[in-house]
């Protein structure tokens, strides 16, 4: 049966990659959340097998803390890494001394890059197709793709584990089919895969999962089981700018 705690959740903060919006007053916890996901870094692992990044200039629209640009920038020429959270940039900048890298404060409706400027743009649970600008952010970062280059994006599949703790506590399922559908619909390809989420300890689940309805369900979740990981179904979309 789901608990009553959940019939008020907000539909903006449901998909995992919205959670994100509730750390942006917190970064330091946020960069322990961030670290936990996909802790056998099957994606980037994908994304490096499938891109070609050697003397090419990377965009990491919505970075955070780093978790895809600081090692893509021992790849790349240069990462351009523009997240909107002042906390999370403050960490990434950091990280980013002695790298290859460009840390940005903006909005990706409006990203501070001129035409054809990078080679891949990388959105990793950055981009809300359900969203009413979807297709002007989309376009805004085909604007600034080269020609021949490739814009990357990361989000759920609405199947797997994290699907199924969805659907057994929350009345509303989330958007990853609409986020899947959307960007097949513009002629991305698409590889699908299960990665592991894990906080590794109970103190971490206690300190990262408790106080928001989303994050509970996932810490309850976890405690029934016994478990301090869970696997989720994610999508890697390809589009290559002609």
């Known amino acids: 049966m789901r608990s009553g705690i959940f019939l008020n959740v907000e539909k903006s903060i449901l998909e995992i990659g919205d959670l994100f919006a509730f750390f942006e007053s917190k970064p330091e916890m946020y960069e322990i959340l961030s670290q936990s996901e996909d802790v056998d870094n099957r994606i980037l692992r994908t994304i490096l097998a499938d891109v070609s990044f050697g003397n090419r200039i990377v965009l ?12 893509l920038s021992s790849k ?3 990462v351009v890494a523009l997240d909107k959270s002042k906390g999370a940039l403050n960490i990434l900048k950091a990280k980013s001394k002695g790298k290859r890298m ?22 990793t649970w950055a ?14 970062m085909l604007r600034v793709t080269k020609r021949a280059g490739t814009m990357i994006f990361v989000g759920n599949y609405p199947a797997g584990e994290y699907h199924l703790i969805k659907k057994k506590y ?33 103190s971490n689940i206690e300190r990262i999962l408790s106080g928001q309805p989303p994050l509970e369900m996932i810490k309850q979740y976890l405690y029934e089981r016994n478990k301090t990981w869970f696997n989720l179904r994610v999508s890697v979309f390809y589009y290559e700018k002609s």
């Open 60 to 71: 990491d629209v919505g970075a955070g803390t780093g978790k895809f640009s600081v090692p």
């Open 102 to 123: 460009a840390v940005l404060k903006g909005e990706f409706s409006n990203i501070p890059l001129l035409d054809e400027s990078v080679n891949v743009v990388l959105a």
């Open 76 to 78: 790349a020429k240069l």
């Open 170 to 202: 929350l009345l509303a399922p989330g958007t990853g089919k609409f986020f899947n559908e959307w960007l097949l619909s513009k002629g991305c390809k698409r590889k699908i895969m299960d990665v592991r989420v894990d906080l590794r300890s109970k």
């Open 127 to 140: 981009f809300n197709p359900s969203l009413p600008d979807a297709d002007s952010v989309f376009g805004e």
